[in-house]
């Protein structure tokens, strides 16, 4: 009972770090302000981690359904997408995945990169998590090619699924220019079905 209520009270505070985060920046976002969002005492948000900690956790929370340094091959979600029977589907997963996490994430992953910038345990998370994308990726176009996509050079494919795939491309394209999700989600298909 106590494990739960703590997972439950831990969730509130990584939603409300997101939201804060999300909405004030990472160097406007206080302690105070993520614990008033949670209903929680101060104390108890320092007892989850110090800022930078709530930060990369509410990310990845946020991303992919938890928190935690995991390849996406190795969650759930991953393993759907690469268990995927055909071309089609493979692709469709992908799409759906990423439009649906870069819409939870892309004002929060605007406050992780600039703290990163200011703060080297921020970078060095960062740094870890591009490292993490990149396998997950190289994994994504393995798979692609195995079910028949003409990519004649992998690395070369995965590199430019990093940049469509990225959370800076939903806030422009979506926050920014005002593209429906569904737009959105097209128009990376139509771009990851004619990556070679």
């Known amino acids: ?43 108890t948000v320092q007892a989850n981690g110090p800022k930078r900690a709530l930060l990369v956790a509410s990310f990845e929370r946020a991303f992919t359904g938890d928190e935690g340094a995991h390849q996406i091959a190795e969650r759930e979600v991953g393993q759907q997408i690469l268990a995927a029977p055909d071309l089609a589907t493979m692709r469709a997963g992908i799409i759906g995945f990423v439009a649906a996490a870069n819409e939870r994430t892309a004002a929060l992953w605007r406050a992780y990169a600039s703290a990163a910038d200011s703060d080297p345990e921020v970078m060095a998370t960062l740094d870890d998590m591009y490292a993490r994308r990149r396998t997950d990726l190289a994994a994504a176009v393995a798979g692609l090619v195995a079910r028949g996509a003409p990519i004649a050079d992998p690395a070369r494919a995965a590199d430019a699924l990093s940049f469509l795939l990225s959370p800076e491309g939903y806030e422009q394209l979506v926050l920014r220019a005002g593209w429906s999700r569904e737009a959105y989600a097209a128009w990376l298909d139509e771009a990851v079905a004619a990556l070679r």
């Open 1 to 43: 009972m106590r494990s739960r209520q703590a997972a439950e009270t831990r969730d509130r505070i990584l939603d409300a770090a997101a939201a804060r985060f999300a909405a004030d920046g990472y160097g406007r976002t206080t302690l105070a302000a993520i614990a008033e969002q949670a209903g929680v005492s101060v104390e």
